[in-house]
């Protein structure tokens, strides 16, 4: 019945398939730079210590048990998400405008807020995504049955932001459409407005009447500073925008296998706006309930733990600083030995870019050869994990990269 006309074979995912290859290569020396997972200076995944202590600390409580979450998620952990994201002195939640539901971490928020926005806006609007974006972001929006358009973003020649390229493009996009937004260490490019370019953006959206979905899986952990990660959000919520935003705790705490995430929806302020975050919450928590009936607890309760006590909270600053603050080592790094190798071409995109990541403008073919020759495995379009360089192979990595390019 499902033959290959109605249930053809799909691609392999290709950044788990680069996983994969990566795993069966035997060199000694081969390096990961695939998947944007942080790795200490040993390469080894890192559980924050202050992930250890709150883990810890729940293990011993005689009273812990695995009943069901509300279909919400678990109360204290999203109530301190949602101040965490929209800051704790946010209109929004000072208005009672904001509704939060804990998700299957970011992935899960993005769908549950795609899927929104699929069933219930008047027409279905056209989502624009920035060119390019986190390869998911196409899957899950048209997998909801939502048009899909990109506006410019990365700028080849300079290798930093097409602002111009994406304010015409937002420009032209009918009103009442969604343009999705990373709020800081966008995803793969490394490349993020700045606070003032942020500003035009929202002004321009207001005017032409458009629906802000902020995707931040990052916060945090591109700066090292929460409250700067999320400046993008905290101003469009300022200017009085109705929007949506979803919220990703694998990075920034390293859970990234237990699946905590939130998705909030945020009111624009009028008289009624109360109801109708009542109204919002209550159909989101029928989506929640048909999808996965309520969310998975252990990972909300280790951020709870940790966001809801000052004294953890500022050891997982800490945490977020020493993560941040390697990955920027790592950037600086990697363009001292490109530059001390005579490398050609300009390599300042590398430490001017923030994040996770790096777009390191490597062509298809000479990312092949990265992984051909060098056993340096990377994605085809020369994005980079900077957490996954370190002390022992940057040196590797830059000669591997001269090599190419010559
Ligand atoms: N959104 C963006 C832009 C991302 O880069 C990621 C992860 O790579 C996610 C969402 C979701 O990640 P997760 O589902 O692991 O929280």
Aim: hydrophobic content about 40%; some cysteine; charged content about 20%.
């Amino acid at each position: 019945r499902f033959d290959e006309n109605v249930c053809p074979q799909a691609a392999e995912d290709p950044l788990f398939g680069l996983m994969a290859a990566y795993k069966r290569d035997s060199f000694d020396k081969k390096v990961d730079l695939g998947i944007g997972a942080y790795r200490d200076n040993n390469a080894k995944p890192w559980v924050l210590p202050v992930v250890k202590k709150a883990d810890d600390l729940l293990r011993e409580d005689p009273n812990l048990n695995h009943e069901y979450l509300p279909i919400a998620g678990l109360v204290d952990f999203t109530n301190a998400a949602q101040k965490l994201i929209l800051g704790p002195e946010s209109p929004a939640i000072k208005d009672g405008r904001a509704t939060s539901f804990q998700t299957i971490s970011g992935t899960g928020a993005v769908h549950l807020g795609a899927l929104f926005l699929s069933k219930f806006s008047e027409q279905k609007p056209t989502v624009y995504l920035s060119n390019p974006t986190w390869a998911n972001h196409h899957q899950i929006f048209s997998n909801v049955g939502l048009q899909i358009k990109t506006y410019p973003y990365f700028d080849k020649k300079t290798k930093g932001l097409d602002f111009n390229g994406m304010m015409a493009a937002i420009k032209e996009a009918p009103s009442n459409s969604v343009i999705v937004l990373h709020p800081c260490a966008h995803n793969p490019t490394g490349v993020d407005p700045t606070e003032d370019q942020w500003k035009q953006i929202a002004a321009l959206m207001k005017e032409r009447d458009l629906f802000p979905f902020l995707d931040c899986a990052y916060q945090g952990f591109a700066t090292g500073s929460l409250s700067q990660d999320n400046f993008a959000i905290r101003h469009f919520v300022e200017q009085g925008f109705e929007l949506c935003t979803s919220q990703s705790f694998a990075k920034n705490f390293g859970l990234y296998g237990e699946r905590a995430g939130v998705f909030h929806w945020v009111v624009a302020p009028a008289p009624g706006a109360q109801d109708a975050v009542k109204r919002l919450a209550s159909q989101l928590a029928i989506l929640q309930r048909s999808e996965i009936s309520n969310p998975p607890a252990y990972g909300a309760r280790i951020a709870s733990k940790v966001l809801n006590d000052p004294k953890l909270f500022a050891e997982w600053e800490e945490d977020l600083r020493t993560m941040s603050g390697r990955i920027i080592e790592m950037r600086k790094a990697v363009k001292a030995e490109l530059e001390k190798l005579n490398t050609p071409g300009n390599w300042d995109h590398i430490t001017s870019q923030i994040g996770m990541f790096s777009f390191t403008g490597l062509t298809e073919p000479q990312v092949k050869a990265m992984q051909e020759k060098h056993h340096v495995y990377m994605t085809k379009n020369g994005r980079i994990s900077m957490a996954g360089l370190n002390t022992g192979n940057v040196q590797y990595f830059a000669k591997a990269v001269d090599d190419v390019v010559r």
